[in-house]
């Protein structure tokens, strides 16, 4: 995402609070990136984590001048930012979570009870330094239909969407049905890849698992000989193995989700749980399969169903290039030049109607005007 944003301005700044080059793309060492005092303290790239109370501090204390508007990335302290003499527009990804929603946030994160027990006396504070970070934000805009009804929920404030970047163009078509399901996924508790796990070894189903985390140990242990895990692979191996599965599983409950559209990109159906930003995007027996619960059974019933449906692949790739890195990165200029008070027709921020129902860290870049 953030690289789809930086192409629209190569020469904007990116202000960020801590940043090591060694972990990014050496493209990005060309970049105009500017960390915060944070970037300075004690292995902090190692221990972001154990910093948290900072963050806030940091990002208040970004006084941004001289610059036509500031365009912060965030999902939880980005939007601190304060743009001074310009506008400063939010792309949520979410309200912070562990602000807004402690108690999923401690399932999907697993805290340990001195971490419980030290975040919650300071959850007031900081849920008052939120409120107040979002009232210096001219305007938001959400990722999703799901984002956008927590930002009127939690900051009262209302925001169209634009939905994130896909790179499509990576993925073709191939002829041929796959004979291997696939998950591609950070391997964290909350993704719920256990589902596809259990599920695949039940029925003996051939499964790959790409993706690192620190869940890899515990899902070990509950695959079968059908299940085998890759780890972290390369962009152009992930590309292979997405083209040539028979469909990708993502049993998460999620705020959008980016690989299943790859998989459609690539003419590939998915099976996925039916909530939160999958149904904008996946269709019960268009798209794949949908599941209404989260649990073995139900993941095992959806796979089942799959081998009695067919699908155009063409149509699942047309239906993945409506969320197109170029899309993004038109509706998002399209939508700065309006605020810039250089309006365009503003018909491409209507959001994408959902393709139907179911069965039941951050960073701030401060942008100069494009045509400057």
């Known amino acids: 995402m953030l690289e789809a944003i930086h192409a629209i301005w190569p020469d904007a700044p990116v202000f960020t609070s801590i940043y090591d080059p060694g972990v990014f793309p050496a493209a990005w060492h060309n970049w105009d990136i500017r960390p915060t ?35 912060s990335v965030s999902s939880g302290f980005a939007h601190g930012a304060r743009a001074v003499g310009a506008p400063h527009v939010s792309y949520c990804l979410t309200p912070p979570r562990f602000l807004w929603g402690l108690q999923s946030y401690v399932e999907r994160e697993r805290l340990k009870p001195w971490q419980l027990a030290l975040l919650r006396p300071a959850l007031p ?30 900051y009262q404030r209302q925001a169209p969407i634009i939905y994130p970047p896909v790179d499509t163009s990576r993925f073709r078509v191939r002829p041929g049905a796959g ?97 939160g930003g999958a149904l904008e995007v996946l269709a019960d027996g268009e798209t794949g399969v949908l599941f209404p619960e989260q649990t073995v059974e139900s993941l095992c019933a959806a796979i089942n169903r799959l081998d009695g449906l067919a699908f155009s692949r063409q149509r699942l790739r047309d239906i993945a290039l409506r969320f197109d890195t170029t899309v993004f990165q038109e509706q998002l200029l399209e939508y700065v030049q309006g605020i810039l008070g250089n309006p365009q027709p503003q018909t491409a921020l209507d959001p994408l109607p959902a393709q139907g129902a179911a069965p039941a860290g951050s960073a701030a870049g401060a942008l100069q005007h494009p045509q400057e």
Request: glycine share 6%.
């Open 179 to 275: 004979d291997y399901f696939l998950v591609v996924s950070r391997l964290v508790p909350y993704r719920r890849i256990d589902l596809a796990v259990r599920a695949c070894t039940r029925l003996g189903l051939p499964l790959k698992v790409v993706g690192r985390g620190r869940a890899m140990a515990e899902l070990q242990a509950l695959a079968g000989p059908s299940v085998e895990f890759l780890g972290f692979r390369p962009d152009a191996e992930v590309t292979e193995l997405i083209e040539g599965c028979r469909a990708l599983l993502w049993p998460g409950l999620e705020d959008f989700g980016i690989t299943p559209i790859e998989a459609l990109a690539a003419g590939r159906p998915v099976v996925a749980y039916a909530g």
């Open 125 to 154: 504070l900081l849920r008052a330094w939120d409120r107040r970070a979002a009232a210096h934000v001219d305007e938001f805009v959400a990722i999703s239909h799901e984002v956008q009804r927590r930002i009127a929920a939690v």
């Open 37 to 71: 005092w944070m970037n300075r303290l004690p292995a902090v790239s190692r221990l972001s984590r154990q910093y948290l109370p900072l963050y806030p501090l940091a990002f208040e204390n970004l006084r941004l001048k001289g610059f036509d508007l500031v365009l």
